[in-house]
């Protein structure tokens, strides 16, 4: 694919007060300090109370748009990438739009929900339409509640994976022959065999309420098959990296860092090991942040960055699972 130049101009984050800690669950779940932890490989994650996702979504808007040293209302483009929206309809970005006091009528806002890889799919949509002219400066947030809708009574190892969180980005054009980064490869697959691994069945077209609230209900939880998710993705994920590298044009070792969707520890173990980087070149983050879902790729994303692990000219490679099953990959060239 030919490159497209543009620039993270700022990149932002947002957090819920409350951080909890795994053998604070312990407590409150009546079980020896440290079960949850092993279970799961979560030491802490941020939870919500008073805050809501919009709320969250803003704040860290204004953060990327500082960072940017750019006003709200020079944004004419506005992507909100959750796998949970605030409610099916409308959509949430033109919520945010408002609370960040954009005028009517001067962007263009809309959702974009493919689960855990909503932010990659909405920073390549981004980068395309920047790329079409049209439009000078487009910001991507992702904000999940993800410690909401929980099995904690049945299955805690995989409640206590997730943590709530928000993250944004502005992206702007650049002219050809400029500085500015360059999307080297943007590779997305969906292998539908494992639909029914990750679910959370209700609030859609699925179930009626009216017929089945019972149904209803017990599907208001989150479902995970860890097992079968994990043999799909070890089954497909490792020749899905190869073929992202391939597109680039580059190989492992080029890669300066691998910013991973924080899946969980175990995930992040496997993407090491099986996809052949060392553990160097990972930036990890979930034992301390939980699963964010969508806000995990760009939250890994802005501390990397902020760290200084990605200078100008590193060789960043961004990669995610999502439910459905997809997989998503995308080289940038900063």
């Known amino acids: 694919m030919a490159s497209i130049n543009f620039k993270i101009a700022g990149s932002g984050i947002a957090l819920p007060a409350r951080r909890i800690s795994s053998s604070d669950l312990d407590a409150g779940l009546c079980q020896p300090a440290g079960t949850l932890f092993a279970a799961c490989g979560v030491a802490a994650r941020y939870v919500c109370s008073d805050e809501t996702q919009e709320d969250l979504a803003t704040q860290a808007a204004r953060a990327a748009l500082a960072a940017a040293e750019l006003q709200a209302h020079q944004i004419d483009l506005v992507i909100f990438a959750a796998a949970v929206t605030r409610q099916p309809i409308p959509s949430t970005a033109p919520l945010v739009v408002r609370k960040l006091g ?5 962007c263009t806002a809309f959702d974009i929900n493919s689960t855990c890889l909503s932010f990659l799919s909405g920073f390549d949509v981004a980068v395309g339409m920047l790329a079409t002219g049209r439009f000078r400066a487009a910001l991507v947030i992702s904000a999940e509640i993800a410690s909401r809708a929980l ?7 995989i409640a206590g994976l997730f943590g709530d969180g928000a993250a944004a980005v502005v992206l702007v054009p650049v002219p050809e022959g400029s500085d500015g980064s360059r999307l080297r490869a943007a590779l997305f697959e969906t292998y539908p065999e494992g639909y029914e691994f990750c679910q959370l069945a209700a609030g859609g077209t699925g179930i009626d309420f009216h017929l089945e609230p019972d149904r ?12 079968n998710l994990f043999k799909l993705t070890a089954k497909y994920f490792p020749s899905f990296v190869e073929r992202t590298l391939e597109r680039a044009g580059w190989r492992q070792s080029d890669v300066d860092l691998v910013v991973p969707h924080q899946a969980s520890p175990m995930a992040l173990a496997h993407l090491v090991k099986r996809c052949g980087f060392s553990v160097e070149q990972v930036v990890n ?3 301390d942040y939980g699963n964010q879902v969508a806000a995990s790729i760009p939250t890994a994303l802005h501390l990397a960055l902020q760290s200084g692990r990605l200078p100008g000219g590193a060789k960043l490679l961004v ?16």
């Open 102 to 106: 954009i005028a009517p009528g001067v």
């Open 151 to 157: 099995p904690w009574s049945k299955e805690p190892e």
């Open 216 to 227: 209803f209900r017990a599907a208001a939880l989150f479902h995970m098959d860890g097992h």
């Open 285 to 287: 983050i979930v034992a």
């Open 319 to 334: 990669l995610g699972t999502s439910a459905g099953v997809s997989f998503g990959g995308m080289a940038i060239e900063l």
